[in-house]
Each structure stands twice: as structure tokens, then as C-alpha cells.
Nanobody, 119 residues
């Protein structure tokens, strides 16, 4: 059974920092592209950052220079370090594991962790 468990969310003032973690089980973690998404109230879920199995990284323009994604394959964990947080970063943050196999695409999601940035 695949599980992605996020942690590290909370309430922080604008300009503050948070570090999100996502611990994965039930998958060969190192083979998966890991991503962080977020969904604000009334908005669609959006991709924040991606780290590929070869450790190539990409970010949404809105978080470049403020957020850093990383992974520890030995711990089956992906992280999102967030600094200089803004009220518009307020959202539920979701961890995603993605892999394309011959049988199709495999996507797994965590339950989400709330990040609230007060002004």
C-alpha cells in the first residue's frame, strides 16, 4: 500500500519560513518524480516544485528564489523549504509521486498539510 505523509505545515507570519516533509512508503522512491502542489481556497491545484529521479529540479515562477525542493532517497522523503513566505502562499500543500511505466502513469498523493501565512 502506497502512503505519502506530509508534515511541517502551520501558521507563520509574512516573511517567515517553514519546511515541509513528505515521507513515502510502498514505492521504490528513487524511481519516482516527486512534486509539491498547492491549492488555495477557490483556486485550482497548482504545481509548486518538482524534483526528478535524477535530481533535476523545476519551480513555479511564483516561488523561484524562495522555495527549495530536495529529496533524501535513503529516507524516502522529499522536502520543501519555504522562506520569505507571503500571504498568497497560503494553501493546502500536497505531495505527489509520479512515474511512467509500461502500464501507464502512476500518481500518488498525500493528504495535504495546511500552510497559512498571515500579513
Amino acid at each position: 500500500q502506497v502512503q505519502l505523509v506530509e508534515s511541517g505545515g502551520g501558521l507563520v507570519q509574512a516573511g517567515g519560513s517553514l519546511r515541509l516533509s513528505c515521507a513515502a512508503s510502498g514505492i521504490i522512491f528513487s524511481f519516482y518524480t516527486m512534486g509539491w502542489y498547492r491549492q488555495a481556497p477557490g483556486k485550482q491545484r497548482e504545481l509548486v516544485a518538482t524534483i526528478f529521479s535524477g535530481s533535476r529540479i523545476s519551480y513555479a515562477d511564483s516561488v523561484k528564489g524562495r522555495f527549495t525542493i530536495s529529496r533524501d532517497n535513503a529516507k524516502n522523503t522529499v522536502y520543501l523549504q519555504m522562506i520569505s513566505l507571503k500571504p498568497e502562499d497560503t494553501a493546502v500543500y500536497y505531495c505527489n509521486a509520479h512515474r511512467v511505466l509500461g502500464t501507464g502513469e502512476h500518481d500518488y498523493w498525500g493528504q495535504g498539510t495546511q500552510v497559512t501565512v498571515s500579513s
